[in-house]
C-alpha cells in the first residue's frame, strides 16, 4: 500500500497559521485584501477564481474578483490592471490565466508590481527564486512552492533526490526546477522533446508531472521498485469529461512509496501558497 499524499491535513494546519497571521495585521489597521481580474468566462477559471476568494474570505482576508468582459479592448485591459493594482489598499493582485485570445500576447507578470504579485510572475521575484536565498522576502509560485510543500509535508527530505519533472511551463516546470534546486535536490526536466522519457523516469526518486494529458503516466513509466514518489499536477478532463490527472492513478496506486490524488493533491495548494503569498505581501507593507 502507497501513501495517499493529500492535501487537507497540510491545508488545515496551515490555515490556523494564517488566521493568526491575517488577525495580527488586523490589529495593526491593515486588512490583507486582494484583487482577481478575471477576463471572459472561462468556465474552469469561474472555479477557481471562486476557491481563491472562498479560501481567502475562511482567514479573513479580503478578496474581490473583477469581471472584466471577453471583449475588452486590450488599452482598457492594461489601464484597469494598472489602476487597480496601484491602489494603495491592495496588498496583492493577479490576472487569472488564460487571457482570451487577442490579450495572450500581454505578459502579465510585468503589469503588476513585484511587491503584489501574489502569482510570483515577474521577473524580480522570478530573479529572487533564481538567486534562491533564503532569507529573500521575493514572492515564490504558488503551484510550484505547493509541490514543495506538499512533498515535505509527507516527511520527505529533498536533499539528494534524483527528481523528474515532466513538462517545462512557466507557470510549473521551470519555476518548480528552481525551487527544487534550491532544496537541494537533483533536478531533470523532461519535456515534448525529451529521447525515451521512461528511461528518465525510471531513475527518480521523485517524478512530478505537469504536462496536461489524461492519465499517460502508466506502469511502464515506473520503477520496478515501488518505491517513487509521484506527484500529479495535472488538471484533465478525460474522453467521458470525468477529471483526472497526468497519471493512471488506479493503475498506479500501488506501484509507488507515496501518490498524489486529482482532484484533492496538489491543486488546493496552490490556493495556499497564494493565500501565504497575500499575506507576505501585506506583511512587508507595514
Ligand atoms: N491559471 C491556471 N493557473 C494559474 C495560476 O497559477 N495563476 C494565474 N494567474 N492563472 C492561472
Known amino acids: 500500500m502507497s501513501i495517499e499524499m493529500k492535501s487537507a491535513p497540510l491545508v488545515e494546519k496551515e490555515l490556523e497559521s494564517l488566521r493568526e497571521r491575517c488577525e495580527s495585521l488586523k490589529s495593526k489597521g491593515v486588512t490583507p485584501s486582494m484583487k482577481v481580474l478575471l477576463v471572459g468566462e472561462n468556465k474552469a477559471s469561474l472555479i477557481y477564481t471562486r476557491n481563491k476568494k472562498k479560501f481567502c474570505e475562511k482567514f479573513g482576508a479580503d478578496c474581490e474578483i473583477i469581471n472584466l468582459s471577453e471583449e475588452i479592448l486590450e488599452s482598457e485591459f492594461l489601464a484597469k490592471v494598472k489602476e487597480i ?17 487577442h490579450l495572450q500576447h500581454i505578459d502579465c507578470g ?10 510570483g510572475f515577474h521577473v524580480h521575484n522570478i530573479g529572487e527564486l533564481f538567486k534562491g536565498d533564503p532569507k529573500s522576502n521575493g514572492l515564490m509560485p504558488c503551484t510550484p512552492q505547493g509541490v514543495v510543500n506538499l512533498i515535505e509535508y509527507y516527511g520527505n527530505d529533498l536533499s539528494g533526490k534524483n527528481v523528474v519533472i515532466i513538462g517545462r511551463s512557466l507557470i510549473v516546470g521551470k519555476p518548480l526546477s528552481l525551487l527544487l534546486l534550491n532544496k537541494n535536490a537533483t533536478v531533470t526536466v523532461c519535456h515534448s522533446r525529451t529521447k ?8 527518480a526518486d521523485i517524478i512530478v508531472s505537469a504536462v496536461g494529458r489524461p492519465r499517460f503516466l502508466t506502469s511502464d513509466y515506473l520503477s520496478k521498485d515501488k518505491n517513487q514518489i509521484l506527484v500529479d499536477v495535472g488538471i484533465n478532463h ?22 498524489t490524488p486529482v482532484p484533492g493533491g496538489v491543486g488546493p495548494l496552490t490556493i495556499l501558497s497564494l493565500a501565504q503569498n497575500l499575506l507576505q505581501a501585506a506583511e512587508n507593507s507595514l
Open 110 to 119: 510585468a503589469l503588476i508590481s513585484p511587491e503584489k504579485d501574489v502569482d
Open 196 to 203: 525515451d522519457l521512461p528511461e528518465h523516469t525510471k531513475r
Open 238 to 259: 478525460d474522453s467521458e469529461g470525468k477529471l483526472c490527472g497526468d497519471m493512471d492513478y488506479e493503475n498506479i496506486k500501488d506501484k509507488c512509496a507515496a501518490i
Open 85 to 101: 493594482s496601484e491602489r494603495n489598499d491592495v496588498h496583492g493582485c493577479f490576472v487569472q490565466l488564460p487571457l482570451p485570445k
